[in-house]
Nanobody, 124 residues
């Protein structure tokens, strides 16, 4: 059974940094590109960042480029998302997803496995 388990969310102040983790099990992690999506209150879930299965290619949604850093450790079957200089508009549930598809933008329909999400709340 495939499981993606996010952690690291919480309530923080604007300007702080946060690091999210997504630990995978039940799949050959290095065969999958990994992505982070987020869903803000009242909005649709959106792609924010992705990393290819080798970890040498990264993609970022334009609004987060320069503040979000994605990386992975295939030895630990884990993908990470570091978020710098958090803003109130970063408040959302953050989901990780696994796909065999890779590109500059990962459509939700290409995600084969989803995590349950972790809440990030930023206060100003």
């Amino acid at each position: 059974q495939v499981q993606l388990l996010e952690s690291g969310g919480g309530s923080v102040q604007a300007g702080d940094s946060l690091s999210l983790s997504c630990a995978a099990s039940g799949l050959t992690f290095s065969n999958f590109a990994m992505s982070w999506f987020r869903q803000a209150p009242g909005k649709e879930r959106e792609f924010v960042s992705g990393i290819n299965r080798f970890g040498n290619l990264r993609a970022y949604e334009a609004s987060v480029k320069g503040r979000f850093i994605i990386y992975r450790d295939n030895a630990k079957d884990t993908v990470y998302l570091q978020i710098l200089n958090l803003k109130p508009e970063d408040t959302a549930v953050y989901y990780c997803g696994a796909s065999t598809y890779w590109g500059d933008h990962i459509p939700q329909e290409e995600i084969r496995y989803w995590g349950q999400g972790t809440q990030v709340t930023i206060s100003s």
